[in-house]
């Protein structure tokens, strides 16, 4: 958990939400860190799309979780065309996720995978 740190202090998360299940299973596991409060999460659209608040937010300095489903890497892509780079990059398909397009994601690569980015959070927190 965030251990009481307030939003700010926390790492930014960054995730792909494309329309394969390795993309929804990166938004995922993006949105529980959100949740659980071990990073923030921030909209990487907004990043891409040049949106001030947005772009502002993701240059701050803090340290970035970019989670992508496949080796497209859109998230890192998006980060890079506004010259930010993540602290740590992970591509779900190197965990052995595969890419389906009109399936969900399995709840049991959620489950596996999600204490392995809360601890990657954490290391970025400390």
Not at 7 to 16: A, D, H, N, R, T
Not at 63 to 91: F, N, Q, Y
Request: proline share 5%; net charge positive.
């Amino acid at each position: 958990m965030s251990h009481g740190r307030h939003k700010g202090e926390l790492p930014l998360v960054y995730s792909c939400s494309g329309c394969s299940s390795a993309a929804q299973l990166s938004n995922e596991l993006a949105l529980r860190l959100d949740r659980a409060g071990e990073a923030e999460m921030s909209c990487i659209a907004g990043v891409g799309g040049n949106v001030p608040k947005l772009v502002k937010t993701a240059q701050a300095g803090r340290p970035i979780l970019a989670i992508d489903g496949c080796p497209l890497a859109c998230t890192k892509a998006c980060l890079e065309t506004r010259d930010v780079s993540p602290s740590k990059h992970v591509v779900l398909s190197e965990f052995g996720v595969k890419k389906r397009y009109g399936k969900d994601f399995d709840p049991v690569d959620a489950s596996r995978l999600y204490s392995e980015m809360a601890s990657l959070a954490r290391q970025l927190g400390d």
